[in-house]
């Protein structure tokens, strides 16, 4: 029987300094030994995580919470943002100063040249502040939109926006993405595109924008240093991410 495993990036793939544990390079090669389908699920953009890919041989992946889906290099899945919405959303934005990341599978670009809110959220991915383009979206496909705002700010867009559903990843981020748009959901495009059951689908998370993802596979597994959220939901709890996360989580499952 055939089966397949998403994994997260942040927290669950790299460990809490961005590294790859060799633990885990070693889980997802006796994966691929065993015959095991390995897939990533990320609200990371597809330019975030081209070394990694190239590093495990993963060339399937859920990506922008589930607006950018790829099997084996080729796109099966795009929801991108409504332009007209991202549009009236800038606008708002701008006036609150609260500035915007715009991205598409290729690259971001800043509705602003320099804000610290952007530069201290993206130092924790490992990347710089974008360049400004504020009018990036008008003519590209934006997947997902970054705001960069104060915890609870965001509340401010929830009621003139029905079309977004929001995310937050950092204390001064939120990812802005289509509304119904989830990990759950690229991954069951995927899936679909497969022929695979989804008592065969496993997860490993740790975040709050994994919960539809853990909780829509067959098995989801929350890693040791997940959020609460994650770990109330989570079919199995695995060890730290620091810890060997992965290869003991997979050991478990008796998939490795």
Known sequence: MKKIVFFDIDG????????LPDSTKKAIRKLKENGI??????????FMFEGLRE????DSFVSFNGQYVVF????IYENPISPLELERF????DLKNHPLIFMDEKTMKSSVRHHPYIEKSLATLGFPHPEEDSAFFHNKKIYQALLFCKENEEREYFYGYDKFHYIRWHPFSVDVLPRGGSKAEGIKKLIERLGFALKDVYAFG?????????KAV?????????????KEIADFITTDVSEDGIWNGLKELELI
């Not at 669950?12 to 590294?19: G, S, V, W």
């Not at 084996?72 to 796109?75: K, L, M, P």
């Open 72 to 75: 084996e290099n080729e796109v």
């Open 218 to 230: 067959g098995f989801g597994v929350a890693m040791g240093n997940g959020v609460s959220q994650a």
């Open 55 to 58: 590093e495990l041989d993963i």
């Open 206 to 214: 740790d975040g709050l924008n994994d919960l539809e993802m853990l």
């Open 37 to 46: 389908f390995t897939a990533i699920a990320t609200g990371r953009a597809p």
């Open 90 to 93: 800038s606008r708002e934005a």
């Open 12 to 19: 669950t793939l790299l460990d809490h300094q961005k590294n």
